[in-house]
């Protein structure tokens, strides 16, 4: 499994980016794939993710109707389009997969994940 983040960058407060995940050694619709993210001095935090069967998406309270994710199964591709940017989304973000789909995204622990991206920077200029 490899997992290779792209997207990031320095965009001011109440801008956007898409970041994207391109995904390889396993298909999307065998396994969960999702986001996580981690700022300075916090623990890393799962904001979205996609389950392979019904390709319901979860996502954290303070994400959601801001950052929807999608993906491309046929290019093995995640997306998260990332709008109305605000300060304390500045982190490393995160690809992650996981055979075993977690239950909720509370239940995705950093512990549980499978395969990790290097993770892409983003920076968020107020």
């Known amino acids: 499994v490899q997992l290779v983040e792209s997207g990031g960058g320095l965009v001011a407060a109440g801008g956007s980016l898409r970041l994207s995940c391109a995904a390889s050694?396993?298909?999307?619709?065998?396994?969960?794939i999702g986001w996580f993210r981690q700022a300075p001095g916090k623990e890393r935090e799962a904001v979205s993710y996609?389950?392979?069967?019904?390709?319901?998406?979860y996502y954290s309270d303070s994400v959601k109707g801001r950052f929807p994710i999608s993906s491309d199964n046929a290019k093995n591709t995640l997306f998260l389009q990332m709008n109305n940017l605000k300060p304390e989304a500045a982190a490393v973000y995160y690809c992650?997969?996981?055979?075993?789909?977690?239950?909720?995204?509370?239940?995705?622990?950093?512990?549980?994940?499978?395969?990790w991206g290097e993770g892409t920077q983003v920076t968020v200029s107020s």
């Open positions: 992650a997969a996981n055979e075993i789909v977690p239950l909720s995204l509370a239940s995705w622990s950093v512990s549980d994940v499978g395969s």
């Open positions: 996609i389950r392979p069967d019904t390709g319901r998406q």
């Open positions: 050694g396993f298909s999307f619709d065998d396994y969960a």
